[in-house]
């Protein structure tokens, strides 16, 4: 991805604090947070609308919605998606599995999330990813 070109994001969450400061964050470091989604239907209608580079997405949103769901829609369409999960390693197969890049362990610092996508920008060009977020893991081949 050129280094000029803003990245957007789409941010999954259905906390409303931890969506809001995640955003501040990834705008903060020149991302563009092209919408935010608490529901598995909203998270795909605004995909469908902003086509975002990235989407970091909570594996359990409001009204019984999947992130796994969103999460392999997103990845098929070519979206790198970065889980935000307190679920920890016991869903790591699951969340591998839909074609995500990584996740990262909550609570997290929302400072953490640009670094995490920076690092899966990185591997996508073929680079090796700077220092990695504390409790982030990579779904590499």
Same mark, same amino acid.
């Given at each position: 991805?050129?280094?000029n070109r803003t990245r957007s994001v789409l941010v ?49 949103? /409001? ?6 769901? #969103?999460? !392999? &829609? +997103?990845? %098929?369409?070519?979206?790198?998606? =970065?889980? $935000? ?19 990262? /362990? ?6 953490? #999330?640009? !670094? &995490? +996508?920076? %690092?899966?920008?990185?591997?996508? =060009?073929? $680079?090796?990813p700077r220092r990695l977020p504390p409790e982030m ?5």
């Amino acid at each position: 991805m050129p280094e000029n070109r803003t990245r957007s994001v789409l941010v999954v969450e259905d906390e409303d604090l931890v969506a809001m400061a995640t955003g501040e964050a990834l705008e903060g470091h020149g991302f563009h947070v092209c919408g935010t989604a608490a529901t598995e239907a909203a998270a795909l209608r605004l995909a469908a609308e902003c086509d975002p580079d990235f989407a970091v997405v909570d594996l359990q949103l /409001a009204g019984g919605g999947s992130g796994l769901r #969103v999460g !392999r &829609a +997103l990845a %098929a369409e070519g979206v790198q998606v =970065l889980y $935000a999960t307190g679920h920890g390693p016991a869903w790591r197969q699951e969340m591998e599995d839909t074609g995500a890049r990584g996740c990262i /362990a909550k609570p997290y610092d929302p400072g953490d #999330v640009p !670094r &995490a +996508l920076e %690092a899966l920008d990185r591997l996508q =060009l073929g $680079a090796a990813p700077r220092r990695l977020p504390p409790e982030m893991h990579l779904f590499v081949d």
